[in-house]
């Protein structure tokens, strides 16, 4: 298997090539050259598998260039009860993913178990093992850096912290994650991770991060490596809950079965896109936003526009608070029909702080086509929503899943079930769950204490200068 830029005008280059990098050199994304297909036949024998089983038979075959028995025991390594073990009462942690039936044809899908409560873990888990690998094969080291909202950047952390071969520079916004997020990330005191808080928002780190990827000396001569939400690793692993999902609350194949996805920079509802595109039986992929509404404003009108920094709003789902979607591009890819010299173009205006209309050529007729719906929602949509599925089903649910359940309940059909993807656990935005509720959700009990841990950090302007010289100096 092959990854190809959907900006068309790099190598196509295997798996452990593109692994271990970000943007493609044409600054396009990487996708598969095409996508793997799973008949009715393969989806029987997938039903009953474990999720690690099910992870090989999905990544085997997007992976070609690790021998099977080695990404075997990677994956085996990595989907363990031990790892996803912040079930709740009464879940199996073998499951790794288990669903949550609130009623009929209503459930969530817990994804959120891991080291650091939020949907992120189950990606970045296998990335961490999968660096190490590779690295290792190949005698080499690298240097990780990103921007997060919150919750990337401790899944990266945790699954980076001490590895052998791998520093990680992790930028956030200063001061507009959770007390529970920024602890969880600053706590850390392991040598190779480093935290970077930017005066500034979300975008603004992201920004930064961008410019070191472009400046291609700087990135080769530190081996500057990426996980954020582009990696493709990343939308990879992301592929199988939704397979796991589907035969969780289905019978058979012929079910068709929607899922509803918080979603700010489309990569967790990309990998639904992949599976859908592999052969899962998918309704409705529901993009799900908060005010942050980029996403929503295109799957309403065909206009793709987005914010600066300055109309990006800080909300109480802080992960989603983003003003461009990074993996928005992939979508577009294969709505053009993967041609990439019109996607150039697209986003050559993008880039240059524009927009882009897809209505004019027919490409947003086809959107329906390939179940995209959207919603969004708003701070008081999701009290109302987390205390109402807290009254009528007994469970509290954190506000980026509170998003979810709202736009989900617009697109509710008889007999398709709609999974809803949860991706944090309420114990995370502790703040924005007694405000809702009056009081504050239970916490894992080896999360216990987490704030008053010793804090390890520094503060940095917006500064692409800055960064490069931190690296320079910390490697
Ligand atoms: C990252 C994140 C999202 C958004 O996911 P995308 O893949 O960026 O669309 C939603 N909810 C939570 C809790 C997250 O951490």
Redesign the pocket.
């Given at each position: 298997m092959k990854y190809i830029s959907t900006r068309g005008n790099s190598p196509a280059l295997s798996f452990t090539e593109i692994l271990l990098g970000g943007l493609a050199p044409d600054g396009g994304l990487y996708l598969p050259e095409h996508y793997p297909q799973f008949s009715d036949a393969d989806l029987n024998a997938m039903r009953a598998m474990s999720y690690a089983d099910l992870a090989y038979t999905i990544l085997s075959r997007l992976i070609d260039d690790i021998p099977a028995g080695d990404l075997r025991a990677i994956v085996d390594k990595t989907y363990t009860a031990e790892v996803y073990r912040h079930v709740r009462a009464g879940q199996n942690a073998d499951d790794i993913t288990p669903v949550l039936k609130l009623e009929e044809d209503f459930y969530l899908l817990s994804l959120?178990n891991g080291p650091t409560l939020?949907?992120?873990d189950m990606a970045m888990q296998l990335l961490g093992n999968l660096f190490e690998y590779v690295l290792a094969k190949k005698g080499q080291t690298t240097n990780i850096l990103g921007a997060t909202?919150?919750?990337?950047g401790s899944?990266a952390e945790y699954a980076m912290r001490g590895k052998q071969g791998i520093r990680v520079f992790m930028l956030s916004p200063h001061q507009k994650m959770s007390r529970f997020q920024t602890a969880q990330m600053f706590s850390l005191q392991d040598a190779n991770i480093h935290n970077i808080a930017v005066k500034g928002v979300f975008d603004d780190a992201q920004d930064m991060v961008k410019a070191v990827s472009n400046d291609h000396h700087f990135k080769a001569r530190h081996k500057i490596g990426a996980v954020n939400?582009i990696n493709w690793a990343r939308v990879a692993a992301?592929i199988v809950y939704y397979f796991k999902g589907y035969f969780a609350v289905t019978h058979d194949n012929r079910q068709q079965v929607s899922f509803a996805?918080?979603?700010?920079?489309?990569?967790?509802?990309?990998?639904g896109h992949v599976a859908r595109m592999m052969g899962l039986p998918v309704a409705k992929l529901v993009v799900a936003t908060n005010e942050n509404d980029v996403?929503d404003e295109f799957f309403r009108t065909g206009v793709y526009r987005p914010r600066g920094s300055a109309n990006t709003y800080h909300t109480s789902?802080p992960?989603?608070d983003?003003s461009k979607?990074?993996?928005f591009e992939r979508f577009v890819f294969d709505l053009l029909d993967r041609d990439g010299a019109k996607l150039r173009s697209l986003w050559a205006s993008v880039d240059a702080g524009g927009a882009f209309d897809l209505n004019q050529d027919g490409h947003f007729a086809k959107v329906p086509a390939f179940g995209f719906v959207s919603g969004s929602s708003n701070h008081a949509q999701r009290m109302t929503t987390i205390r109402q599925v807290h009254a009528d089903y007994g469970v509290t649910i954190?506000?980026?899943?509170a998003?979810?359940v709202k736009v989900a309940q617009q697109y509710r059909e008889p007999g398709v079930p709609m999974v809803v993807l949860e991706?944090?656990l309420a114990a995370?935005f502790e703040d924005a769950i007694v405000e809702a509720l009056g009081s504050a959700p239970e916490r894992p009990a080896d999360l216990v204490g987490l704030e008053s841990l010793p804090q390890r950090f520094v503060v940095m302007e917006p500064d692409v200068d800055g960064i490069k010289q931190f690296i320079s100096e910390h490697i």
């Open positions: 959120s939020a949907f992120k909202s919150g919750d990337t899944a939400s992301q996805v918080p979603s700010g920079n489309f990569g967790n509802v990309c990998a996403l789902s992960s989603m983003i979607a990074s993996n954190d506000t980026h899943t998003d979810g991706t944090a995370k």
